[in-house]
């Protein structure tokens, strides 16, 4: 399409930092940067600010190593990464999903993930520059690690984004939570007593990247919706030292197995709730291989309070998954975003010809069924002549067409994330939450006397149009009535 920028689809980490400096849109940093203590806030402040990414070229102790982040923090770069135009992105992401043509990855003989190896013995993770997010972990954390797993029993492969805290030069732990795909599948594993092969890719394209933050449902391998996007499948190489296959141009690949019984203490980690998490026992990795570029960037991914280019990945990719997956289930879903915190408050908007009766509830009750709700807990849920992606729509609508004693209803007990700080830590325990659903539809007739007044907006006016474009701004058709006054 048209709107796709130059170079798309971008293969590799490297192409992608490259197009981002052609842009304008990356700021070489030449100072010295400590691992201890100097990344989290130069990331924190680029995310508030919307500022551009960053390539760390003066890394304390790795002089032979550039760290980059930011990468993938604005919905401009996200756009670009998708090959999509910026203006109504995240329909065009649900339209891909929905109807782009998925294909399975084409394997190929070797890639520049391959140009240097480490076996057995001579792996050391520590020659890897990992910096810390925040003063309370200790060791160290892989942030931008995806993980690549294979269902015991289908071909079914997972990707997501985790948390691996360094633990010696060939042992690492992570998080597996239970609730999500990735514990499903390692549950087979040990139920069978077998060891899970597992593949760690840090560094790799940015629709990779966005990908892995995407909750598709079971079953579904997220890197076949690489070829819905650019029109071509990614291409992967076989692991060394197991039968998994990561991205042929990945940056760092490291190789390991999880026994299905050994756990250790892991944490606490700087969690996307905006709190140090507790602490866990963790499945092991144990280290196998580690293969690389000769000249890898390596990729940090800052957590903790938004906002944060974690978040608004996951953010943008969620809102257009869940949308989809809401639509199959309730048709009169128009769109959805993700507000805040992986999707602890989410909006959603509806048709306003449908049916009330019973409607909302529908909406609640799939929004919870979905992969892509299972974080909701604050449900706000709209008629569709509210944007819900425009916030202050969104605070404006609430504020107006929500009536706390009629409007909210509540679900006791439901499935959600085990990093949630205000899940209760006795009785039902983390991973478990009630649900509050927030009704702002306009009610129906005969109740619906005060909306039927109209919004309070200036008329169309040719002339204020022309005024403000001559001052370099545009307004949204919502910014206005329809109509002119009678002459204009």
Known sequence: MSDRATGFPFLSLQDWVAFLDEQGDLRRNPREMSLKGDFGLVSKGIAENNGPAVLHENVVGYPDW???????????????????????????????????????????????????KFLGDDIDLTDIPIPYAGVFENPPYFSSAISVIKDLESDWYN?????????????????????????????????????????????????????????????????????AFTGEPLKVVKCETNDLFVPATAEIVIEGMIDPVEREFEG?????????????????????????????IYYYLYMGREPNEGINMMHVMSSAVTTAQLQALVPEVKDVNMISTWAFTTAVSIDKRAVKDGIVEKVAMAMKAVKGGTNVKNLLIFDDNIDV????????????????????????????????????????????????????????????????????????????????????????????????????
């Open 66 to 116: 550039r760290i980059c982040s930011e990468i993938l923090t604005t919905p401009q770069r996200q756009a670009w990464a998708m090959g999509l135009p910026l203006e109504n992105l995240g329909p065009n992401i649900t339209e891909v999903l929905r109807s782009g043509e998925r294909r399975k990855p084409t394997v190929v003989a070797g890639g520049p993930c391959k140009e240097v």
């Open 389 to 488: 992606r425009n916030l202050g729509e969104v605070l404006w609508a609430f504020s107006v067409k929500f009536q706390p004693a009629r409007d909210i209803f509540m679900f006791r007990k439901c499935i959600t994330s085990a990093l949630d700080p205000s899940c209760p830590s006795l009785g039902y325990g983390p991973g478990v939450t009630s649900v509050a659903v927030y009704d702002c539809t306009e009610p129906g007739p005969p109740h619906d006397e005060p909306y039927r007044r109209e919004v309070a907006l200036p008329p169309l006016s040719n002339t204020a149009l022309a005024v403000l474009k001559d001052m370099g701004l545009t307004v949204s058709p919502r910014s206005h009535a329809a109509v002119q006054f009678e002459g204009e």
């Open 268 to 296: 606490p980690f700087s969690e996307f709730p905006g709190y140090y998490s507790g602490c866990y026992d963790a499945v092991k990795v144990r280290v196998n291989a580690v293969t690389m570029r000769t000249n890898p």
């Open 159 to 227: 990707l997501a984004i985790r948390r691996c805290q360094l633990k010696g030069q060939r042992k690492l732990n992570e998080l597996v939570l239970m609730n999500q795909h990735e514990g499903q599948i390692f549950r087979k594993y040990v139920w069978a007593n077998k060891p899970m092969p597992i593949a760690l890719v840090v560094g790799a394209d940015p629709l990779f990247y966005l990908l892995s933050v995407t909750p598709a449902a079971a079953k579904e391998s997220e890197w076949d919706f690489w070829a």
